[in-house]
Nanobody, 120 residues
Framework: QVQLVESGGGLVQPGGSLRLSCVAS????????MSWVRQAPGKGPEWVSG????????GYTDSVKGRITISRDDAKNTLFLQMDRLKTENTTLYYC?????????????WGRGARVTVSL
């Protein structure tokens, strides 16, 4: 059974940092492009960042470039998203997504999400 379990979300002040993790199981993680997707209430999903095999070709949407770093540890089947200098508009649910690179697949490819709240 495929599982993606995100953790590391929480409440942080503007300018602060969070590190999201996603532990994967039930599929060949090391052979899967992986991404982070976010979706605000009432809006469509947005691709945030992705990483290809063996950590190659990390990519970011323009609004987060320079503030977010994606990485992966294939030995631990884990995907990471380091988020720095967070802004209030970054508040939303962040999902780990398998077999995803920019083009977002349906929710069956996502985890359950980690909530990030950026507020004073």
């Amino acid at each position: 059974q495929v599982q993606l379990v995100e953790s590391g979300g929480g409440l942080v002040q503007p300018g602060g940092s969070l590190r999201l993790s996603c532990v994967a199981s039930g599929f060949n993680f090391s052979r899967s492009y992986m991404s982070w997707v976010r979706q605000a209430p009432g809006k469509g999903p947005e691709w945030v960042s992705g990483i290809k095999l063996a950590g190659s070709s990390p990519g970011y949407t323009d609004s987060v470039k320079g503030r977010i770093t994606i990485s992966r540890d294939d030995a631990k089947n884990t995907l990471f998203l380091q988020m720095d200098r967070l802004k209030t508009e970054n508040t939303t649910l962040y999902y780990c997504a398998r077999r995803t690179w920019k083009a977002i697949r349906n929710r069956s490819y996502w985890g359950r999400g980690a909530r990030v709240t950026v507020s004073l």
